[in-house]
Each structure stands twice: as C-alpha cells, then as structure tokens.
C-alpha cells in the first residue's frame, strides 16, 4: 500500500518561509502525479499546487500560491517538495500530500503563519 508522511510545518512569521517535504512508499514513485492541498476549519480542503510524473512534471498552482509557492520532486529520493515563500497569515492550514495516481493522502502537515 501506499504511504505518504508529510514533514517540514511549523510556526513562521508572515514573509518568511518553510519547505514541506513529503516521502511516499510502496510503489514506484516516478509514475506518480502528485499534489498539495492545504484545510482550514470550516472549509473544504483545497489545491494549492500539483505536478505531473516523470523528471520534467508540469506544475499547476492555485491562483492565491502562484509566484510565491513552488511544488517540485525527486525522484530518486520519493520525495515531493513545496516551497512556501512570503508566507501571509490566510496561508495557515493544515497541508496534505496528495498520490492522484494512487489515490492517497499524507497525514496533515499544520503550517502556521503569524503576522
């Protein structure tokens, strides 16, 4: 089965950055299409950044990330990565990794941002 285990949240302060990472297992991951979305209490969980499989993935960004967040891979190392730069407050939520391919989501990852 596949497993996805998000790391890298926290408490930032607005401008600042974080870098998510999240690690799967259980299938090859470079024949994976994977995503970000992000929840916060009350509303429904939504896309913030996607990647398509293969080395040379094509990247899809929400219009409220585009220019800050950047969603990148390795595969050799399972892994995708978000980069959040010049974080704002409306960023904090809980962020989750997404398999499309296999269907799967991480654990949650909460990122906080205080202004």
């Known amino acids: 089965q596949v497993q996805l285990v998000e790391s890298g949240g926290g408490l930032v302060q607005a401008g600042g950055s974080l870098r998510l990472s999240c690690v799967a297992s259980?299938?090859?991951?470079?024949?994976?299409?994977m995503g970000w979305y992000r929840q916060v209490p009350g509303n429904q969980r939504e896309l913030v950044a996607t990647?398509?499989?293969?080395?040379?993935?094509?990247?899809r960004y929400a219009d409220s990330v585009k220019g800050r967040f950047t969603i990148s891979r390795d595969n050799a190392k399972k892994t995708v990565y978000l980069q959040m730069n010049s974080l704002k407050f409306e960023d904090t939520a809980v962020y989750y990794c997404?398999?499309?391919?296999?269907?799967?989501w991480g654990q949650g990852t909460q990122v906080t941002v205080s202004s």
């Open positions: 990647i398509s499989n293969g080395d040379g993935g094509t990247t």
């Open positions: 259980g299938s090859i991951f470079s024949l994976r299409s």
């Open positions: 997404r398999d499309f391919t296999s269907d799967s």
